[in-house]
């Protein structure tokens, strides 16, 4: 992808989900739950290759929270992520934030 015109960001994974009983965090500090750390070292590697991409930051459980984002803003306390980071979420039918909380 790095000599690829034609790539303009990294998604770095897609659904961020349970693992048997872990839950994943957002900005917890939990090295083994925190899914903002493991962004921010996944972003800084892909950055290496291509310092221009676009970096993609799924929310989690199934792409569906980012509301603890606020509270732990990536893009805005790691430099390299200034201006270059795009968060995503997905909406499935039927299913509550209620739920999730």
């Known amino acids: 992808y790095s ?3 034609r790539v303009v960001g990294f998604d770095l994974r897609n659904e961020i ?3 048997g009983a872990i839950l994943p965090t957002w900005g917890s500090g939990d090295v083994f739950t925190d899914w903002s750390i493991a962004a ?5 590697e892909v950055l290496k ?3 221009d991409l676009l ?3 799924s929310g989690i459980h199934f792409g569906m929270r980012l509301s ?4 732990r803003p990536i893009h805005e306390e790691v430099p390299e992520l200034h ?3 795009v968060y995503t979420t997905h909406f499935y039918y039927g299913w509550s934030f209620d739920m999730m909380a």
Do not use: D, S
């Not at 603890?68 to 509270?71: G, I, T, Y």
């Open 40 to 44: 921010i070292k996944g972003a800084k």
């Open 68 to 71: 603890e984002v606020p509270n």
């Open 3 to 5: 000599k690829n015109p």
């Open 83 to 85: 201006n270059r980071t």
């Open 49 to 51: 290759e291509q310092q």
């Open 17 to 19: 989900r349970a693992n």
């Open 55 to 57: 970096i993609v930051v």
